[in-house]
Protein backbone atom coordinates (compact mmCIF):
# COMPACT_ATOMS: atom_id res chain seq x y z
CA UNK A 1 0.00 0.00 0.00
CA UNK A 2 1.02 3.47 -0.70
CA UNK A 3 2.63 5.31 2.11
CA UNK A 4 -0.15 7.79 3.25
CA UNK A 5 -0.40 9.88 5.98
CA UNK A 6 -2.49 8.46 8.75
CA UNK A 7 -2.74 11.58 10.37
CA UNK A 8 -3.65 13.65 6.79
CA UNK A 9 -7.44 15.47 6.91
CA UNK A 10 -9.11 14.27 3.69
CA UNK A 11 -11.10 16.98 2.20
CA UNK A 12 -14.20 15.50 1.31
CA UNK A 13 -15.73 17.59 -1.23
CA UNK A 14 -13.09 16.49 -3.58
CA UNK A 15 -15.14 13.50 -4.10
CA UNK A 16 -19.02 13.16 -4.80
CA UNK A 17 -20.06 9.83 -4.10
CA UNK A 18 -23.30 9.49 -6.28
CA UNK A 19 -23.53 5.43 -5.53
CA UNK A 20 -25.83 6.89 -2.61
CA UNK A 21 -24.87 8.73 1.10
CA UNK A 22 -22.35 8.50 3.14
CA UNK A 23 -19.68 10.45 5.61
CA UNK A 24 -19.62 13.68 4.63
CA UNK A 25 -19.38 13.01 0.72
CA UNK A 26 -21.70 15.16 -1.38
CA UNK A 27 -24.17 12.71 -2.47
CA UNK A 28 -27.97 13.04 -4.22
CA UNK A 29 -28.40 12.65 -8.40
CA UNK A 30 -26.57 14.19 -10.59
CA UNK A 31 -28.97 17.33 -12.64
CA UNK A 32 -27.66 17.15 -15.67
CA UNK A 33 -29.75 16.16 -18.35
CA UNK A 34 -28.76 12.19 -19.58
CA UNK A 35 -28.14 11.10 -23.23
CA UNK A 36 -26.19 8.88 -25.15
CA UNK A 37 -22.25 8.78 -25.53
CA UNK A 38 -21.37 10.00 -28.97
CA UNK A 39 -22.43 12.43 -31.89
CA UNK A 40 -23.32 16.12 -31.08
CA UNK A 41 -21.81 18.05 -28.93
CA UNK A 42 -20.74 14.56 -27.29
CA UNK A 43 -18.19 14.40 -30.83
CA UNK A 44 -16.10 17.25 -28.87
CA UNK A 45 -15.42 15.56 -25.65
CA UNK A 46 -13.29 12.84 -27.23
CA UNK A 47 -12.09 11.78 -23.01
CA UNK A 48 -15.18 10.49 -22.20
CA UNK A 49 -16.07 9.05 -25.33
CA UNK A 50 -12.72 6.90 -25.31
CA UNK A 51 -12.54 6.31 -21.29
CA UNK A 52 -9.66 5.40 -20.27
CA UNK A 53 -9.15 2.10 -21.56
CA UNK A 54 -10.27 2.83 -25.13
CA UNK A 55 -12.33 -0.18 -25.16
CA UNK A 56 -15.55 -1.34 -24.19
CA UNK A 57 -15.32 -3.71 -21.51
CA UNK A 58 -17.93 -5.07 -18.78
CA UNK A 59 -17.02 -4.01 -15.02
CA UNK A 60 -17.56 -7.32 -12.99
CA UNK A 61 -20.30 -7.01 -10.58
CA UNK A 62 -18.60 -8.17 -7.28
CA UNK A 63 -20.21 -6.37 -4.67
CA UNK A 64 -17.80 -4.62 -2.00
CA UNK A 65 -16.41 -1.01 -3.22
CA UNK A 66 -19.58 -0.37 -4.83
CA UNK A 67 -21.85 -0.56 -2.01
CA UNK A 68 -21.19 3.12 -0.13
CA UNK A 69 -22.74 1.98 3.15
CA UNK A 70 -22.25 3.89 6.34
CA UNK A 71 -18.71 5.38 6.33
CA UNK A 72 -19.17 7.39 9.44
CA UNK A 73 -16.15 5.19 11.43
CA UNK A 74 -14.15 5.30 8.27
CA UNK A 75 -14.14 9.40 7.63
CA UNK A 76 -12.46 9.35 11.61
CA UNK A 77 -8.48 10.42 11.34
CA UNK A 78 -8.20 8.12 14.20
CA UNK A 79 -9.11 4.86 12.26
CA UNK A 80 -5.78 3.24 10.93
CA UNK A 81 -7.86 1.21 7.78
CA UNK A 82 -9.43 4.08 6.41
CA UNK A 83 -6.76 3.16 3.65
CA UNK A 84 -7.76 0.10 3.14
CA UNK A 85 -11.15 1.05 1.73
CA UNK A 86 -10.45 2.05 -2.37
CA UNK A 87 -12.83 5.41 -2.08
CA UNK A 88 -10.27 6.77 0.77
CA UNK A 89 -7.08 5.81 -1.13
CA UNK A 90 -8.54 7.36 -3.77
CA UNK A 91 -9.93 10.75 -2.33
CA UNK A 92 -6.52 10.87 -0.50
CA UNK A 93 -4.79 10.45 -3.90
CA UNK A 94 -7.04 13.10 -5.67
CA UNK A 95 -6.40 15.57 -2.48
CA UNK A 96 -2.62 15.24 -3.28
CA UNK A 97 -3.26 15.69 -7.05
CA UNK A 98 -5.23 18.92 -6.95
CA UNK A 99 -3.04 19.89 -4.61
CA UNK A 100 0.34 19.54 -6.71
CA UNK A 101 -1.63 21.28 -9.62
CA UNK A 102 -3.02 24.08 -7.70
CA UNK A 103 0.49 25.42 -7.91
CA UNK A 104 2.15 23.47 -10.67
CA UNK A 105 -0.15 24.66 -13.64
CA UNK A 106 0.18 28.36 -12.50
CA UNK A 107 4.08 28.01 -12.18
CA UNK A 108 4.76 25.33 -15.27
CA UNK A 109 1.52 26.23 -17.17
CA UNK A 110 1.02 29.56 -17.00
CA UNK A 111 -2.48 28.22 -16.37
CA UNK A 112 -4.70 29.40 -12.90
CA UNK A 113 -5.53 25.76 -11.40
CA UNK A 114 -9.44 25.51 -11.09
CA UNK A 115 -10.32 22.30 -8.96
CA UNK A 116 -12.89 20.08 -9.71
CA UNK A 117 -14.57 16.96 -8.37
CA UNK A 118 -14.12 13.27 -8.77
CA UNK A 119 -17.63 11.24 -8.45
CA UNK A 120 -17.68 7.54 -7.61
CA UNK A 121 -21.13 6.07 -9.30
CA UNK A 122 -22.06 2.50 -10.37
CA UNK A 123 -22.83 1.32 -13.47
CA UNK A 124 -24.63 4.09 -15.54
CA UNK A 125 -23.95 7.79 -14.39
CA UNK A 126 -25.87 11.27 -16.00
CA UNK A 127 -22.73 13.86 -17.09
CA UNK A 128 -22.70 17.00 -18.88
CA UNK A 129 -21.31 14.90 -21.80
CA UNK A 130 -24.23 12.40 -21.98
CA UNK A 131 -24.56 9.50 -19.89
CA UNK A 132 -22.21 6.68 -19.73
CA UNK A 133 -21.71 2.96 -18.20
CA UNK A 134 -19.31 1.75 -16.46
CA UNK A 135 -17.70 -0.10 -19.35
CA UNK A 136 -16.00 2.67 -20.60
CA UNK A 137 -13.80 2.68 -17.59
CA UNK A 138 -12.83 5.64 -15.42
CA UNK A 139 -12.94 9.08 -18.08
CA UNK A 140 -12.87 12.67 -17.77
CA UNK A 141 -15.65 14.73 -19.40
CA UNK A 142 -14.85 18.16 -20.18
CA UNK A 143 -18.17 19.89 -20.63
CA UNK A 144 -18.59 19.86 -16.92
CA UNK A 145 -15.04 19.02 -15.94
CA UNK A 146 -15.45 16.08 -13.27
CA UNK A 147 -13.29 12.76 -13.78
CA UNK A 148 -15.56 9.78 -13.10
CA UNK A 149 -14.99 6.24 -11.40
CA UNK A 150 -16.75 3.15 -10.99
CA UNK A 151 -14.08 2.01 -8.31
CA UNK A 152 -14.64 -2.12 -9.26
CA UNK A 153 -12.67 -1.38 -12.23
CA UNK A 154 -9.50 -1.35 -10.34
CA UNK A 155 -10.50 -5.21 -9.35
CA UNK A 156 -10.79 -5.47 -13.64
CA UNK A 157 -7.40 -3.67 -13.61
CA UNK A 158 -5.95 -6.12 -11.20
CA UNK A 159 -7.86 -9.51 -12.02
CA UNK A 160 -7.71 -9.39 -16.20
CA UNK A 161 -5.02 -6.60 -16.98
CA UNK A 162 -2.63 -8.02 -14.11
CA UNK A 163 -1.76 -4.33 -12.60
CA UNK A 164 -1.68 -5.25 -9.44
CA UNK A 165 -1.20 -2.82 -6.67
CA UNK A 166 -2.80 0.20 -4.40
CA UNK A 167 -0.79 2.89 -6.66
CA UNK A 168 -2.45 1.69 -9.73
CA UNK A 169 -5.42 3.56 -8.61
CA UNK A 170 -3.25 6.69 -8.09
CA UNK A 171 -1.84 6.68 -11.55
CA UNK A 172 -5.78 6.45 -12.84
CA UNK A 173 -6.59 9.03 -11.15
CA UNK A 174 -3.64 11.46 -12.16
CA UNK A 175 -4.34 10.58 -15.56
CA UNK A 176 -7.77 11.67 -15.26
CA UNK A 177 -6.67 14.81 -13.60
CA UNK A 178 -4.16 15.32 -16.60
CA UNK A 179 -7.39 15.41 -18.83
CA UNK A 180 -8.29 18.46 -16.96
CA UNK A 181 -5.28 20.08 -17.16
CA UNK A 182 -5.71 20.00 -20.71
CA UNK A 183 -9.32 21.08 -20.69
CA UNK A 184 -7.89 24.30 -18.55
CA UNK A 185 -5.15 25.06 -20.21
CA UNK A 186 -6.67 24.59 -23.84
CA UNK A 187 -5.27 21.10 -25.28
CA UNK A 188 -8.54 19.53 -25.64
CA UNK A 189 -9.97 21.74 -28.20
CA UNK A 190 -7.11 22.17 -30.27
CA UNK A 191 -6.74 19.26 -30.46
CA UNK A 192 -10.56 18.46 -31.35
CA UNK A 193 -9.62 21.29 -34.33
CA UNK A 194 -7.07 19.26 -35.33
CA UNK A 195 -9.06 15.92 -35.78
CA UNK A 196 -11.56 18.42 -37.92
CA UNK A 197 -9.14 19.28 -39.62
CA UNK A 198 -7.48 15.98 -40.55
CA UNK A 199 -9.73 13.21 -40.00
CA UNK A 200 -7.75 10.94 -41.58
CA UNK A 201 -4.85 11.11 -38.54
CA UNK A 202 -7.76 11.74 -35.44
CA UNK A 203 -6.90 8.80 -33.54
CA UNK A 204 -2.98 10.02 -33.93
CA UNK A 205 -3.84 13.12 -31.89
CA UNK A 206 -6.15 10.85 -29.51
CA UNK A 207 -2.99 9.10 -28.85
CA UNK A 208 -1.12 12.01 -28.21
CA UNK A 209 -3.27 13.56 -25.96
CA UNK A 210 -3.17 10.46 -23.47
CA UNK A 211 0.04 9.99 -23.60
CA UNK A 212 0.56 13.93 -22.12
CA UNK A 213 -2.05 12.85 -19.69
CA UNK A 214 0.12 9.81 -18.66
CA UNK A 215 3.35 12.63 -18.74
CA UNK A 216 1.23 14.54 -15.90
CA UNK A 217 0.38 11.70 -13.93
CA UNK A 218 4.05 11.15 -14.06
CA UNK A 219 4.95 14.90 -12.95
CA UNK A 220 2.54 14.76 -10.04
CA UNK A 221 4.05 11.13 -8.75
CA UNK A 222 7.29 12.92 -8.31
CA UNK A 223 5.72 15.51 -6.06
CA UNK A 224 3.65 13.52 -4.56
CA UNK A 225 4.95 13.14 -1.10
CA UNK A 226 5.28 17.05 -0.77
CA UNK A 227 2.24 17.53 -1.15
CA UNK A 228 0.17 18.61 2.40
CA UNK A 229 -3.74 18.60 3.42
CA UNK A 230 -5.91 21.61 4.43
CA UNK A 231 -3.83 21.88 7.58
CA UNK A 232 -0.16 21.44 6.12
CA UNK A 233 0.15 17.69 6.90
CA UNK A 234 1.79 15.81 4.60
CA UNK A 235 -0.21 13.45 2.22
CA UNK A 236 2.10 11.17 1.85
CA UNK A 237 4.62 9.94 3.99
CA UNK A 238 6.85 8.46 1.54
CA UNK A 239 6.78 7.51 -2.34
CA UNK A 240 8.64 4.20 -2.50
CA UNK A 241 9.74 2.40 -5.87
CA UNK A 242 7.40 -0.25 -5.66
CA UNK A 243 4.79 2.66 -6.22
CA UNK A 244 6.60 3.15 -9.60
CA UNK A 245 6.90 0.09 -10.68
CA UNK A 246 2.81 -0.37 -10.05
CA UNK A 247 2.05 2.63 -11.91
CA UNK A 248 4.31 1.79 -14.88
CA UNK A 249 2.76 -1.96 -14.78
CA UNK A 250 -0.51 -0.23 -14.98
CA UNK A 251 0.53 1.62 -17.82
CA UNK A 252 1.56 -0.99 -19.70
CA UNK A 253 -1.63 -3.13 -18.85
CA UNK A 254 -3.32 -0.48 -20.78
CA UNK A 255 -1.68 -0.01 -23.77
CA UNK A 256 -3.92 -0.56 -26.77
CA UNK A 257 -1.52 -3.33 -27.79
CA UNK A 258 -2.15 -5.26 -24.65
CA UNK A 259 -5.73 -4.44 -24.75
CA UNK A 260 -5.24 -6.17 -28.49
CA UNK A 261 -3.53 -8.68 -27.33
CA UNK A 262 -5.56 -9.61 -24.41
CA UNK A 263 -9.24 -9.18 -26.07
CA UNK A 264 -7.47 -11.92 -29.01
CA UNK A 265 -7.29 -9.59 -31.81
CA UNK A 266 -4.30 -8.85 -33.82
CA UNK A 267 -2.51 -6.00 -32.81
CA UNK A 268 -3.35 -2.81 -35.36
CA UNK A 269 -2.15 0.30 -34.37
CA UNK A 270 -3.88 2.60 -36.95
CA UNK A 271 -6.84 1.61 -34.28
CA UNK A 272 -4.92 2.58 -31.36
CA UNK A 273 -6.55 5.61 -29.42
CA UNK A 274 -4.30 5.80 -25.65
CA UNK A 275 -1.09 4.37 -27.38
CA UNK A 276 1.21 1.23 -27.02
CA UNK A 277 2.50 -0.04 -23.22
CA UNK A 278 5.72 1.24 -24.56
CA UNK A 279 4.51 4.88 -25.27
CA UNK A 280 2.19 4.73 -21.94
CA UNK A 281 5.56 3.90 -19.56
CA UNK A 282 7.87 6.11 -21.50
CA UNK A 283 5.50 9.21 -21.23
CA UNK A 284 5.07 8.12 -17.61
CA UNK A 285 8.45 8.19 -16.84
CA UNK A 286 9.87 11.39 -18.71
CA UNK A 287 6.89 13.16 -16.23
CA UNK A 288 8.26 11.16 -13.40
CA UNK A 289 12.30 11.71 -13.76
CA UNK A 290 11.77 15.60 -15.09
CA UNK A 291 9.08 16.39 -12.62
CA UNK A 292 8.35 19.47 -14.86
CA UNK A 293 5.04 19.29 -16.63
CA UNK A 294 6.50 21.75 -19.36
CA UNK A 295 8.54 18.23 -20.62
CA UNK A 296 4.79 16.86 -21.22
CA UNK A 297 4.58 17.80 -24.99
CA UNK A 298 4.03 14.70 -26.45
CA UNK A 299 2.51 16.34 -29.70
CA UNK A 300 6.03 17.56 -30.70
CA UNK A 301 8.44 13.88 -30.45
CA UNK A 302 9.09 11.33 -28.15
CA UNK A 303 9.49 10.32 -24.90
Not at 116 to 122: E, K, N, Q
Not at 214 to 226: R, V
Not at 249 to 270: F, L, N
Request: net charge negative; glycine share 12%; with cysteine.
Amino acid sequence: MPDLNENAQLDTSQVEDVRGAGCGFGGGGLPIPGGRVGGGIVGLLITLVLGFLGYNGVVSRTGGEDQPGDLAEECAVENEQRFERADWRNLAYVNSIQAYWGSASPEALGQPYQMTTTRFFSDVVNTGCGQATSGVGPFYCPADSHVYIDLRFYQELAGRFGATGEFAEAYVVAHEYGHHIQNLVGTSEQVHRAQQRDPDNANRYSVMLELQADCYAGAWATHAAETKDMKGNRLFDALTERDITEALRAAAAVGDDAIQRKSGGRIDQESWTHGSSEQRQAWFTTGYKSGDPKRCDAFSGAA
